[in-house]
């Protein structure tokens, strides 16, 4: 029902600012929680934020301080801005789409393919 695409990611010093994007497609996409999530090496997939079609929103405590997370249904697209990023930030980015709001991944039905970020010291 929705394909996702992430994109934005890339190399940015420590403190500096990123801002991802996951462009859906599917004729259902405005009733879907989107989430973001990453997975750096070794490392579980984490939850890192989520928004609903009406925009209400949900971040985890690691990063609700430094992320936001929006979306522009008229473009099919959620946005996840990234400031004051860290070196633990460091992982591959995928959005996911759910029903509802969850932040367990096994819960998900649709990822995107993932979008590498690096944060140098």
């Known amino acids: 029902q929705v394909q996702l695409v992430e994109s934005g990611g890339g190399l940015v010093q420590a403190g500096g600012s990123l801002r991802l994007s996951c462009a859906a497609s599917?004729?259902?996409?405005?009733?879907?929680?989107i989430a973001w999530f990453r997975q750096a090496p070794g490392k579980e997939r984490e939850f890192v934020a989520a928004i609903s079609w009406s925009s209400s929103t949900d971040r985890s405590d690691s990063v609700k301080d430094r992320f936001t997370i929006s979306r522009d249904n008229a473009k099919n697209t959620v946005y996840l801005q990234m400031n004051s990023l860290k070196p633990e930030d460091t992982a591959v980015y995928y959005c996911?789409?759910?029903?509802?709001?969850?932040?367990?991944?096994?819960?998900?039905?649709?990822w995107g393919q993932g979008t590498q970020v690096t944060v140098s010291s």
């Open positions: 996911a789409a759910y029903y509802r709001f969850g932040r367990n991944p096994d819960e998900y039905d649709y």
């Open positions: 599917g004729r259902t996409f405005s009733s879907y929680v």
